[in-house]
């Protein structure tokens, strides 16, 4: 549970949640992309149906890889839940993973250390 409570030390910049909220708003494909501590990445969706998952071409975020705090992505139709894909996504790259739901307008915080999830609204 330590693990767990460690994940609140995350810092999550109000202003990068918002970000990720507007942009999810514009786009009818899941949007995908990163945070360090002080910066915000938006990465191009290179899944081959943008509308029901993402990827994110590890050469993007290579470099800064360590830095990472959390990656992102939205969920345009359906619920803010990990999917059993996003689920094993984090549990590989170990980072947690903040899912925005359009449809809902909640956030998922998902943290795979502990395979465990926050949901909260902004």
Known sequence: MEDFHQSK??????LFLKAIKKVAHTCDFEIC???TEKRLFLWENSA???REGFYIEPNKYFNIFKKINFFFHSHPFGGPAPSEVDVFAAGELQKPFVIYSVAEQKFC???PKTK???Y???
């Open 9 to 14: 030390n995350i810092a999550f910049n109000k």
């Open 116 to 118: 465990k999830s926050i």
């Open 48 to 50: 081959p149906s943008r």
């Open 33 to 35: 992309g990163g945070a």
């Open 120 to 122: 909260f609204c902004l």
């Open 109 to 111: 915080f998902y943290y």
